[in-house]
């Protein structure tokens, strides 16, 4: 179950009202390698995971992802709260606001709504694992580019923090994958784990191991 | 100009602290030392949340946080109003 905790996992200090930055960073709160996709995908995807620390890994960081989609629609709120209608018409955030006004919507810098179809879960842990990565990596480079375009320092503090977890998300993935793979192509599996063997069965015919 | 506290701050960090070694535990549940900060941590953030609930009221709904009256829930201003 989840609860609310009446705090941000990352203060936000915006230094101006801004939104023309506002509509750039909507990336990551509707786009493609953005937070809500993250914690959608990892929290999909822990129900599966043969090893009870990579249910506990996709728990705990698809959880922390849902922490980062709020502090991203914090950034976008305090960008636009005090916006006047002029400074709105005047930047690209004024296609948003004839839609949403200032509410957060997800959806990505281009406008594009927020859809699952932006990322994927396959049930094979070997494959997740490794899009997780990849998504990770992804998530990265859009930090780089945003806080690029971004001269906000408060906001550049915020968007740091982020991608240093993009950083540390891959990192840990990358270990639980090792971790996932010397236990699915090991013969010694822990007698009590509830294994789905018919599902190990196929994926061990697919990769001709064993 | 933020509404931000020394008491509020302190307890982000804290709680950051915690999610960063769990995360670590998650992929290395032998790890003695981390597992000891995480222990320590964990007691200075019951502390910390104990004071902040006892002076500002609930940080976590549903059942986590004893509040006084009036009910403090929806008081404090909200993470994204500070």
């Known amino acids: 179950m989840f609860l609310y905790q009446k705090t941000l996992q990352f203060p936000v200090k915006v230094e101006t009202t801004n939104p023309a930055l506002a509509a750039l960073i909507l990336e990551q709160l509707g786009g493609a390698d953005g937070e809500m996709a993250a914690g959608m995908r990892y929290l999909t995807q822990r129900y599966y995971m043969p090893l009870p620390e990579a249910r506990a890994l996709l728990t705990d960081i698809g959880t922390e992802e849902l922490s980062h989609w709020e502090i991203i629609a914090t950034i976008v709120w305090k960008l636009v709260e005090h916006a006047t209608d002029e400074q709105i018409k005047n930047s690209p955030y004024a296609q948003h606001f004839a839609n949403h006004g200032r509410n957060p919507f997800p959806h990505n810098a281009a406008g594009v709504p927020f859809t699952a179809a932006f990322f994927n879960a396959k049930t094979d842990p070997i494959a997740d694992l490794h899009e997780n990565m990849a998504a990770e990596q992804k998530a990265r480079a859009t930090y780089e580019h945003l806080i690029r375009m971004s001269n906000d320092r408060g906001v550049n503090q915020t968007l740091s923090f982020l991608r240093e977890r993009e950083v540390v998300h891959f990192q840990r993935f990358g270990e639980m994958l090792d971790k996932v793979q010397d236990y699915i192509y090991s013969k010694h599996r822990r007698r009590d784990d509830n294994l789905d063997y018919h599902r190990i069965r196929q994926e061990h015919d697919r990769y001709g191991m064993r | ?82």
């Open chain 2, 1 to 82: 100009m933020t509404r931000y506290n020394k008491d509020f701050e302190e307890l982000m960090a804290l709680q950051f602290a915690i999610v960063e070694l769990n995360l670590f535990l998650d992929t290395h549940p032998d790890d003695e030392q981390a597992l000891r900060d995480y222990n320590r941590l964990v007691e200075q953030f019951e502390m910390a949340k104990k004071a902040y609930t006892e002076k500002y009221g609930p940080l976590v709904n549903f059942g986590y946080g004893k509040s006084k009256h009036p009910w403090q829930w929806v008081n404090e201003p909200w993470p994204w109003d500070r």
